[in-house]
């Protein structure tokens, strides 16, 4: 007989600090060992923090401005509001009143904003506003950048991304469509070029005021990434000094090279993940709706194991998605999918996880973008969107599996503000797909830049066997990328098993090989998604939240570890824990 009334919740003026709370969790409840603390204001960005004057309340050089040497259509610049009381909508609402535009949060406590030049004096007296300023320019610098220019003369070639404070698509901004589309079915194995409509990759040309500015500073911009709003960029490493004096340049970083993750066979690492009691109930077919894709090298679907309706990308028109040997193919992708949706025609020992997956239907195919070798780097941005983009009357795969990544060349660690990582975070959050990254088996340990994004479910290298080198059934291999990232954060999120796996190899049609890696143990998650949106419709139905939460809260941790704290070194290490089908497949059960 009660009624349900909700009421907004009653927040003080009090703003985060930057040092969390330290909370003990006990029998009897949550205990709170040390409080919050430290001094909030100051701008954070991974070059390292500024802290302006005590007694500033707005940057000199903002009010020395005295116009724009470019042709953006206001004069507006861009600057930081560092905010001394909580953010509200009718404080940003003040802003607009100023003619002021909105950009986002930037860290610690402070709201990116485009000001009137005018306006400036008026911002700064605001009663909420600690200070209005700008970026150092150091700031604007990541150190892998800094390390990568370390010995290169001015004038030597450098390719970067260079990341704005807002969109530069307007109404001359382009769309170019590149390479190669292929479709195959389980009648047509080798695949033909597909042109009834155009569905290749695309890529954006801003063609705004900011692109001009950075042509005429002699930049030459390969493309604009509009969901992170960056720049792709080559040009010289006398150009970086410039580009951190531009007032719409947030920030420079590099561009890393991608590389793939691999340096047991299916009978042994998919039962360790219960992956087989659960395929014969839900082998990726029993909904006719669970739906795959793969970002690899290639898939040889000459391969008897591999018989699928697929949709498949390439960067070039000289090679097929569906060849995994020609032009430079490793074989990689054609293992990775051998573990995904292997049927086991040779062998059933070889069995993948969800062999039913893309058996039935075109509109259900399994998506396979190639981008190793990879000569014309497509951008993150353009993979993504095509991913989830549908092909005539199809539908976009639930899960993309992502067996490579990149990392700096030097020993930074990602902190997940970089722009691939950025990317993922845009595209999970606003698409819903899940993207499956193994960690890496980078030499320094850490997990590469993709695998950082808070958004990705990242995946480490657990071994299946008894082994000399590390120990038992469970423990992680010695190159399994682990965490924490740069900013404290633990990753991998789950692990499974990737040492030795036996999966189908391209060179032989009816051959295994055994590969090792963090690329082989995510090849295992993505098929236990499969299977699980093949059971659950609301997994089906854009929740990658969701997926990754189960996944997580019905892992394995390694010798029964109790998880109660975000600080827990098994986090940094086992993630939650090894991956178990059945209890993802039937939680509800006592385990």
């Given at each position: 007989g009660f009624e349900a009334t909700a009421y907004p919740a009653q927040l003080d003026d009090s703003i985060p600090l930057p040092i969390p709370a330290v909370v003990e969790a006990r029998p009897d409840g949550d205990v709170i060992v040390s409080p919050a603390s430290g001094d909030p204001f100051f701008l954070s960005f991974i070059a390292g923090p500024y802290a302006p004057p005590a007694d500033e309340l707005i940057d000199p050089a903002l009010l020395a401005i005295q116009g724009f040497n470019d042709t953006r259509p206001d004069n507006a610049t861009y600057a930081m509001v560092m905010f001394q009381k909580r953010i509200t909508e009718d404080r940003l609402d003040a802003l607009r009143s100023m003619n002021c535009r909105i950009l986002g949060f930037h860290p610690h406590y402070t709201i990116k904003v485009a000001i009137p030049t005018n306006r400036l004096l008026d911002v700064s007296t605001l009663d909420f506003v600690r200070w209005v300023g700008a970026p150092r320019t150091w700031q604007k610098i990541h150190p892998a950048l800094q390390g990568e220019i370390q010995g290169k003369n001015a004038t030597d070639a450098l390719d970067m991304y260079?990341?704005?404070?807002?969109?530069?698509?307007?109404?001359?901004?382009?769309?170019?469509?590149?390479?190669?589309?292929?479709?195959?079915?389980?009648?047509?194995?080798?695949?033909?070029?597909?042109?009834?409509?155009?569905?290749?990759?695309?890529?954006?040309?801003?063609?705004?005021w900011m692109h001009r500015k950075l042509e005429e500073m002699g930049l030459e911009?390969?493309?604009?990434?509009?969901?992170?709003?960056?720049?792709?960029?080559?040009?010289?490493?006398?150009?970086?000094?410039?580009?951190?004096?531009?007032?719409?340049?947030?920030?420079?970083?590099?561009?890393?090279?991608?590389?793939?993750?691999?340096?047991?066979?299916?009978?042994?690492?998919?039962?360790?993940?219960?992956?087989?009691?659960?395929?014969?109930?839900?082998?990726g077919s029993s909904s006719s709706l669970a739906q795959a894709g793969i970002v690899?090298?290639?898939?040889?679907?000459?391969?008897?194991?591999?018989?699928?309706?697929?949709?498949?990308?390439?960067?070039?028109?000289?090679?097929?998605?569906?060849?995994?040997?020609?032009?430079?193919?490793?074989?990689?992708?054609?293992?990775?999918?051998?573990?995904?949706?292997?049927?086991?025609?040779?062998?059933?020992d070889h069995t993948g996880m969800a062999p039913g997956l893309a058996s039935w239907s075109q509109d259900q195919a399994y998506f396979n973008y190639r981008i190793f070798p990879n000569p014309c780097s497509d951008s993150l941005s353009t993979i993504m969107n095509r991913m989830n983009t549908p092909v005539g009357s199809g539908t976009v795969p639930t899960v993309v599996n992502n067996s490579w990544g990149s990392t700096f060349n030097?020993?930074?660690?990602?902190?997940?503000?970089?722009?691939?990582?950025?990317?993922?975070?845009?595209?999970?959050?606003?698409?819903?797909?899940?993207?499956?990254?193994?960690?890496?088996?980078?030499?320094?340990?850490?997990?590469?830049?993709?695998?950082?994004?808070?958004?990705?479910?990242?995946?480490?290298?657990?071994?299946?066997?008894?082994?000399?080198?590390?120990?038992?059934?469970?423990?992680?291999?010695?190159?399994?990328?682990?965490?924490?990232?740069?900013?404290?954060?633990w990753k991998p999120n789950v692990n499974a098993p990737g040492r030795w796996v036996s999966s189908a190899l391209a060179n032989n049609n009816t051959g295994y090989a055994a590969y090792n890696g963090t690329s082989m143990a995510a090849p295992h998650v993505t098929g236990l998604i499969a299977q699980l949106a093949d059971h659950y419709a609301y997994l089906r139905d854009r929740q990658p939240h969701e997926i990754a939460a189960l996944l997580m809260a019905t892992a394995q941790a390694h010798d029964n570890t109790v998880l109660s704290s975000p600080t827990s070194t098994h986090l940094d290490t086992f993630g939650a824990g090894r991956v178990n089908a059945a209890r993802a497949h039937w939680s509800g059960g006592e385990w």
């Open positions: 260079v990341t704005v404070y807002e969109t530069d698509m307007n109404k001359d901004s382009v769309e170019e469509r590149f390479g190669s589309m292929w479709q195959v079915t389980p009648e047509d194995k080798k695949g033909h070029l597909y042109e009834e409509i155009d569905a290749r990759p695309s890529r954006f040309h801003s063609n705004g911009l390969r493309e604009f990434r509009p969901d992170i709003f960056t720049f792709v960029a080559t040009g010289k490493v006398s150009d970086i000094e410039a580009l951190t004096q531009l007032d719409f340049v947030q920030f420079v970083e590099p561009v890393p090279q991608r590389e793939l993750h691999s340096s047991a066979i299916h009978d042994e690492s998919i039962p360790m993940i219960m992956g087989d009691e659960t395929r014969a109930y839900y082998d690899d090298s290639g898939v040889e679907t000459a391969h008897s194991d591999l018989n699928p309706y697929g949709w498949g990308w390439n960067c070039t028109t000289e090679s097929s998605p569906w060849d995994d040997i020609a032009n430079g193919g490793s074989g990689h992708g054609t293992h990775v999918s051998g573990t995904i949706l292997g049927d086991g025609t040779t062998e059933a030097d020993q930074h660690v990602p902190t997940g503000t970089e722009a691939d990582a950025r990317t993922v975070d845009d595209h999970v959050f606003s698409s819903g797909q899940v993207w499956v990254w193994s960690s890496g088996n980078y030499s320094y340990q850490n997990v590469g830049i993709q695998a950082t994004a808070k958004n990705a479910l990242t995946v480490g290298n657990s071994v299946d066997y008894d082994d000399s080198t590390v120990g038992n059934p469970g423990e992680m291999w010695t190159s399994s990328g682990s965490g924490p990232c740069a900013d404290g954060r």
